[in-house]
């Protein structure tokens, strides 16, 4: 049985169908891509999978239990987390603040930042750990806004590992990256891969298809292929297309 699955989801808004029988299944240890053109609707799946819209008809379920519909936040406490394609990130805020903020245990006691970040050793040396995992050592104290853009990117996804996900969902993580940015990125998804079920939607495919195992093609708001990085490069479809050339 697949970690996560979907079946059957349709979604709408007003007369324009985003989204129309989507199938998919992301196994446990994978990292799973999502591709396919500008406004196939691949953003609007993700919020579907993740909480953020409600799905006009199917299901989604996280290792065999039904959380079709449920908040976000709800979610989130089932080990599911999301880094975003437009960053979500605490700008006044270190980057150790930012990772604290995320944290169970913090957020368990109440959100409060003024008490979260006040003196709780066991909490920073966690965070500071996440970022020395996601490449950010020595920017500890760094305000969040004063990162490079790179730098962000990788911020964002240490406060989603905050969380401590059983599954993490990536957003175009490479936009707006130079190459030696996107690099130091691959790198980085490279080695989380090896703890963390991954699924990323990335516009890049040299990108996707370096790290992906398995990879969904979405376009009209339909799955229209899936298989393998080497499968899809011999998927008629994806030759025929302007995503062949990129794959």
Same mark, same amino acid.
């Given at each position: 049985m697949a970690l996560f699955e979907a079946r059957g989801l349709h979604k709408r808004f007003g007369d324009q169908v985003v989204l129309e029988r989507i199938d998919l299944a992301f196994e446990a240890g994978k990292l799973s891509g999502i591709m396919g053109p500008n406004g196939a609707g691949k953003t609007t799946c993700f919020n579907?999978?993740?909480g953020r819209y409600k799905p006009d008809r199917g299901t989604v379920t996280l290792d065999g239990e039904d959380i079709t519909g449920l908040a976000p936040h709800r979610i989130v406490a089932r080990g599911v987390s999301r880094s975003?394609?437009?960053m979500n990130l605490f700008d006044e805020y270190s980057a150790l603040d930012n990772v604290v903020i995320a944290l169970p245990e913090v957020r368990a006691?109440?959100?409060s930042v003024t008490h979260a970040l006040d003196g709780d050793s066991a909490a920073q040396d966690r965070a500071a750990a996440i970022l020395e995992r996601v490449? %950010? !050592?020595g920017r500890e104290r760094v305000n969040a806004r004063r990162l490079s853009y790179g730098e962000r990117r990788a911020l964002e996804i240490g406060v989603a590992l905050a969380t401590e996900p059983r599954l993490l969902f990536v957003d175009e993580p490479t936009a707006g990256l130079g190459t030696a940015a996107t690099?130091?990125?691959?790198e980085l998804i490279g080695e989380l891969k090896a703890h963390t079920t991954i699924v990323m939607i990335e516009h890049d495919m040299r990108f996707l298809f370096g790290l992906a195992d398995r990879i969904s093609v979405i376009h009209w708001g339909?799955?229209?292929a899936e298989g393998t990085p080497d499968? %899809? !490069?011999d998927n008629p479809w994806v030759r025929r297309s302007n995503l062949g050339g990129l794959a």
């Open positions: 579907v999978l993740t975003f394609q437009i006691r109440g959100f490449g %950010l !050592r690099g130091r990125l691959a339909q799955v229209i499968e %899809l !490069r």
